[in-house]
């Protein structure tokens, strides 16, 4: 059975940190372009994007290599991205796009 946690606490106690770092050792046992980090908003992901080179910078400075280089752009994603990235790779326009002209016209 997969191992589930809910991790909850103050503001400012670790509980960003710990996830990211979960995420972070996972994406390296596994192939990086098949782990996303999915948030509610876009200001969340720039906000684990700068974590995560915080941290990137702080290892290359200790001597120890990146893994990550180039994936922060694909790795971190919001809802309604991942949902377009789908579209996309099946070819399917998204439909809110005709919706939204329907409505306007």
Same mark, same amino acid.
């Given at each position: ?8 606490? +103050? ?48 290892? +290359? ?5 990146? +893994? ?38």
């Amino acid at each position: 059975m997969q191992e589930r946690f809910l991790v909850s606490g +103050k503001a400012g106690s670790g509980k960003t940190h710990l996830v990211l770092q979960k995420f972070l050792q996972f994406a390296k046992k596994h192939r990086e372009d098949n782990v996303i980090f999915i948030l509610p908003t876009y200001s969340q992901v720039e906000h684990l994007r700068d974590l995560t080179l915080k941290q990137v910078q702080g290892s +290359k400075s200790k001597g120890q290599g990146s +893994k990550f280089n180039g994936y922060l752009d694909t790795g971190f994603v919001t809802f309604s991205r991942l949902a377009n990235k789908i579209l996309d790779r099946a070819n399917i326009p998204p439909t809110r796009w005709n919706l939204w002209t329907i409505l306007v016209s």
